[in-house]
């Protein structure tokens, strides 16, 4: 039952999910769709763990009611730029 309120909340923009924003790499996470924001504020812990066991800092934490269009949103401009300056320190055209 509460996944059938989960999908109606969610598709009215009302449901909630934990927001994290990292500095490097440079991303915007979304976790959930959770019915509250206390569930999401009680599994945000765990999400943050993960992405710094995955070498991610400058970790900040939102738990908001939204509705994502994308689950994980990343800076294409500074991964070009790096792409780039590995490649051309490594001798590669870019």
């Not at 979304?30 to 599994?43: A, E, I, Q, W």
């Not at 991610?56 to 689950?71: F, N, S």
Request: proline letters at 4%; a negative charge; aromatic letters at 12%.
């Amino acid at each position: 039952m509460d996944e059938y309120l989960i999908d109606f909340l969610n598709f009215c923009g009302k449901a909630c999910w934990v927001e994290i924003v990292t500095e490097d790499p440079r991303c915007i996470y979304y976790f959930g769709p959770f019915l509250s924001k206390k569930y999401g504020h009680s599994v945000k812990a765990g999400y943050v763990e993960d992405l710094e066991n995955e070498g991610a800092t400058g970790i900040r934490v939102t738990v908001k009611r939204c509705k994502p269009d994308k689950l994980t949103i990343f800076d294409e401009e500074e991964e070009q730029t790096e792409r780039k300056r590995i490649s051309t320190f490594s001798g590669q055209p870019s």
